[in-house]
């Protein structure tokens, strides 16, 4: 079975909304920090956002700030990263990812998940 899974890719124009969702089986271990990552075409994958599952703590980083919020709902164990005013620079494939330490290194987490592809125009 596989521990994460993401959902909710797809496409969009530039200044319009998309959320992304993952959800993280219950019966996977280490998993209190959840994050995205990205990786444009042609580049490094990197950090977006994480949060704390069991506090609620969230980060994000620069690029994201103010129009990319990450949440949970712990109810069905599933993470979302609601994506505003996106631009056509968001364009990338998006992991969700869970571990047990908070933090923007990759390192950080044991699990991953396939990837969802998210493609903004302008």
């Known amino acids: 079975a596989q521990q994460v899974m993401e959902s909710g890719g797809g496409s969009v124009q530039a200044g319009g909304s998309l959320r992304l969702s993952c959800v993280v089986s219950t019966r996977t271990p280490n998993t209190n920090c959840v994050a995205w990552f990205r990786q444009p075409p042609e580049n490094e994958r990197e950090w977006v956002s994480t949060i704390s599952r069991g506090g609620g703590s969230t980060w994000a980083d620069a690029s994201v700030m103010g129009r990319f919020t990450i949440s949970q709902d712990n109810t069905t164990n599933t993470v979302y990263l609601q994506m505003n005013a996106v631009k056509p620079e968001d364009s990338a494939v998006y992991y969700c990812?869970?571990?047990?330490?908070?933090?923007?290194?990759?390192?950080?987490?044991?699990?991953w998940g396939q990837g969802t592809q998210v493609t903004v125009s302008s």
């Open positions: 990812a869970a571990g047990p330490k908070c933090g923007t290194r990759s390192s950080n987490y044991y699990y």
